[in-house]
């Protein structure tokens, strides 16, 4: 990053980021990277996102509900880097970050005069991690290719909330946002929040995708849409038995 960088510390510890802060501030090699730094809790780094335009948001990992936190940080200020704070390196907790959007982490065990040079470290790319953290990663993304490549897959909507389940069927009838949000009479922000939770955990990127899922795809007994049924259907009968289907 070149110029001065905007850093915004995120903790409902006041103690905790103000520290942080200033450790950051004055200490050292950041200055030399031209770094600016605030400090403040969720509420407020939700609503002052838009006016800080942070570079870069740190965010204590002992926050609750971090991981959805930083989805909807992501959702206000797409282009911010994000690193989770002082996380216990377990697998399971690793990833569950990662899906949510974060570009590194510092773990709970690292000492304070190591955080900053590891902040650095991380924003310019390079990511330290256990060997137990890697394996699992690569476990990771190795079985999500192979179920996405598998002709055979299947995907259960059991795993979806029923307000996902309307919000899938009515994406698949190609509505808007606004249109979802109108529809089901809740606030876009909320719209948009469930339709990336719902991207999520089907594995997708893009919303069109949702609608080419369920063209393609049609529930079988217990909620689980199979690959390969719908040869003796046009796609207009096959995406309206998907959207009948997990309504």
Known sequence: MNGVVKVLIVSEVRLWWEALVEVMCH?????AQNFTAVGTDVVDALCSLVEIKPDVILIDAAIANGPSTVRRMKQILPGAAVIVLALAETEESVIAWA????????????????VVPMIVDIIAGQQPSSSRVTAGLLRRVATTSAHALLPGSAITTRQLTGREREIMRLVGFGLSNKKIAKQLNIEVATTKAHVHSLLSK????????????IATRIPDDGGVAVIG??????KTDAAHAVAVGIS
């Open 27 to 31: 200490g050292g090699r950041l200055v």
């Open 99 to 114: 899906e949510a959007g974060v570009i590194g982490y510092v773990p709970k065990t690292v000492s304070l005069s190591r």
């Open 202 to 213: 089907l594995n997708l990127q893009r919303r069109t995708q949702i609608a080419a899922l």
């Open 229 to 234: 049924r719908t040869e003796a259907l046009g």
